[in-house]
């Protein structure tokens, strides 16, 4: 059975068959209101403190959720359409390029990242592939 989290809320759930009710849509989150669910191979429990951002196929964000303002400084409108690993000042970006290119996840990799204000922080990243036709990434943000 799917598992799905919701990147903006962090809410986790189960789903038979990967739609929204009778229709062809795919789950969208019943806690938060989001648009979409990000499908996971195996279930994931984020800390409390871990920020999620959704990545396409380029790693151009496409929305951030809950944590990344308080983790970065960087408000969603800051980030959306640019490369995650360039805007964020990620020290290694092949993390990014792993999971990616070669469909696999890439679990608790130590980074650097800059925030707003030019500090730098350490992180833990969780990087999981999306397994749709849009590919991407749900790139999970946690302080060290």
Do not use: N
């Not at 959704?54 to 151009?60: A, G, I, P």
């Not at 496409?62 to 409108?77: C, D, P, Q």
């Amino acid at each position: 059975m799917p598992f799905y989290i919701c990147p903006r809320c962090k809410a986790r759930s189960v789903d038979s068959d990967g739609r929204e009710g009778f229709t062809d849509d795919a789950p969208s989150c019943h806690h938060c209101g989001f648009g979409f669910l990000f499908e996971l191979m195996d279930d994931y429990y984020p800390a409390q403190a871990t920020g999620f951002v959704v990545c396409d196929k380029e790693s151009r964000v496409l929305a951030t959720g809950k944590g990344i303002f308080e983790l970065t400084g960087f408000k969603e409108e800051d980030l959306i359409g640019r490369d995650l690993a360039e805007s964020l000042g990620l020290s290694d970006p092949a993390p990014l390029k792993t999971a990616s290119e070669w469909g696999v996840r890439q679990l608790e990799q130590k980074l650097t990242l800059r925030t707003h204000a030019g500090f730098e922080k350490t992180v833990l990243a969780d990087v999981f592939p999306a397994y749709d036709e849009d590919g991407g990434l749900l790139v999970a943000l946690t302080p060290r």
